[in-house]
């Protein structure tokens, strides 16, 4: 492949396909509850990115054992990483924190992934995080929503932190050697070609390990739905989508893993989403444009370690 593909990377790291269990836990949100804004992101909806998933009144264990109990004969998996998507996992006190992650540590989970924002992150939490992944050998990931290095577009965004926030969680997480999946969204209506680049320049000199993709799509009763109804927002077009992600890619360092290239929208309850198609016909388009270019992923990442001086050396 032209890109370094998530799914290959499972295979190589657990020897065999590894399957991605969402879960929800009854959290909230910083942005929602008051700590850093009450209205949240424009464009986030009330059940925020968990459309896909089981009720959170269920258990962990129990709603582990549904999703293995549909994937696993479908598929013949054996390995999962449970995935608590929704809201912001890390933002509930320590105790319950480790009693959800205790509940997820069943024998064929092989990874557990927590999706947060860069201010729900701090040292008591990682280390916590470290001490479950010593004790139970079962790799721990954060994804960090972010969006876009671009803070300007951050503040329209309402994200309730900057760029800022987010390099800190960075180079935290980084210290206690915990994998780091940072989300974008690279249609964002105030970010052009230039903010596409920078997001995978920034991910490159702080060394994310992985990547993940998505368009914007609008959600019905939000913020981002008015303006979108009142024809104050312009969206780029499909094929623009295309382009942004192929100099994406070939501006991000070769070894971040890429989870997506475009995320799975919901199309109920949504005003706009995906261009009214399939999420795989885009990612072909963005596959076959690599290929037709013959480009890849890194092959533009000439910026790092100081590009000016070497050729002194
Ligand atoms: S940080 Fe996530 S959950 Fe919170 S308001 Fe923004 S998109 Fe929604």
Redesign the pocket.
Known sequence: MRYNVYSDYLRQRYGEKVYKLPISIPV?????DGAC?T???V???EI??GYENLPESMTVRDQIEANIAHIAPKYKARKYIAYFQ???NTYLPLGRLKTYLDEASQPDIVGIAL?T?PDCINDSYLELLAEFRERTKIDISIEL?L?SVQYHSLIK????HTLGEYIDAVLRIKRYSIDICTHLILNLPWDDMIDTVENAKVMSALSVDQVKLHALYIVKNTAMADWYQQGQLTLISKEEYVERVVAFLEHLKSDIVVQRLIGRAPEANTLFSNWQTGWWKIRDDIERTLEERDTWQGKKCNYLNGPAVQKFL
Do not use: I, Y
């Not at 965004?157 to 309730?160: A, H, P, S, Y």
């Open positions: 909230t949100c910083p942005n929602r804004g209205a949240g992101c464009f986030c909806g925020g990115a929704n809201f912001s999706a924002r929503g969006q965004v309402n994200r309730g």
